[in-house]
């Protein structure tokens, strides 16, 4: 029960590549969630999905897409990053019933 | 709308003294309230949560929190700190009885226990 994975672990990229962040859990959750974590800020919530086949806008959905692939995955992707983006993207899951989040362990990005 | 507030940017504590961080939160309706520990390079653990029931609420690494309607708290206490209890902490809360699905974060409490 490997929980919430995510890849990749660190990412360098220059102003305007794309990129695709990778999430999946093995805890048969409903809901999975994307977060960005910057210094002093706390969590941001960029995107969610309440259940397979729906995704809806966070807090900072802006310059960011995402895709939920099967109940299982639930990718977040850069179509054109920007320096702003520099930040540490954390994807969560959680189970209707029980309500706490499970956190993967974070992919750092750097936007040169 | 919902938010939380923590008050304490960080908290400094002796190893083997009791500790506190701090949580308060505003919502329309009726709260669900989380505790998580972040330790370094890693993702957020979930420490404990208060939905009904009991005020006092305990959780993992003998952390407790006490939920007090009235002062709109729910602060996260530990008799016995201990070194290994450094790292940083986050409230969040989700008040279900106003429709919200998603819980608000706090910007986190950085907790140093001193040897």
């Known amino acids: 029960n490997a929980g919430v994975t995510q890849t990749p672990k660190f990412q360098v990229l220059k102003t305007g590549q794309s990129m695709t962040l990778q999430c999946a859990q093995d805890m048969n959750h409903n809901s999975m969630y994307w977060y960005r974590q910057d210094p002093g800020m706390g969590l941001r919530l960029i995107y969610y999905s309440a259940s397979e086949g729906t995704t809806d806008k966070g807090e900072v959905p802006n310059g960011y897409n995402v895709s939920r692939l099967n109940k299982r995955e639930f990718s977040l992707r850069l179509e054109s990053a920007a320096p702003s983006q520099t930040s540490v993207y954390f994807c969560?899951?959680?189970?209707?019933?029980?309500?706490?989040?499970?956190f993967g362990p974070g992919t750092r990005l750097t936007v040169t | 709308a919902q938010s939380v507030a923590q008050p304490e940017d960080q908290v400094n504590v002796a190893e083997g003294n009791p500790l506190t961080v701090k949580c308060t939160y505003s919502?329309?309706?009726?709260?669900?309230l989380f505790w998580y520990v972040q330790y370094p390079n890693r993702g957020l653990q979930f420490l404990l949560k208060y939905i009904t029931g009991d005020n006092l609420v305990k959780g993992s690494y003998g952390f407790e929190a006490e939920f007090n309607k009235s002062q709109t708290s729910f602060h996260l206490k530990k008799p016995s700190a201990l070194v290994s209890d450094s790292a940083l902490y986050f409230c969040a809360v989700r008040d279900v009885s106003g429709g919200s699905y998603i819980p608000t974060f706090g910007r986190g409490t950085s907790l140093i226990v001193h040897p």
């Open positions: 919502v329309s309706g009726n709260p669900y």
């Open positions: 969560a899951s959680s189970d209707i019933s029980t309500y706490e989040q499970y």
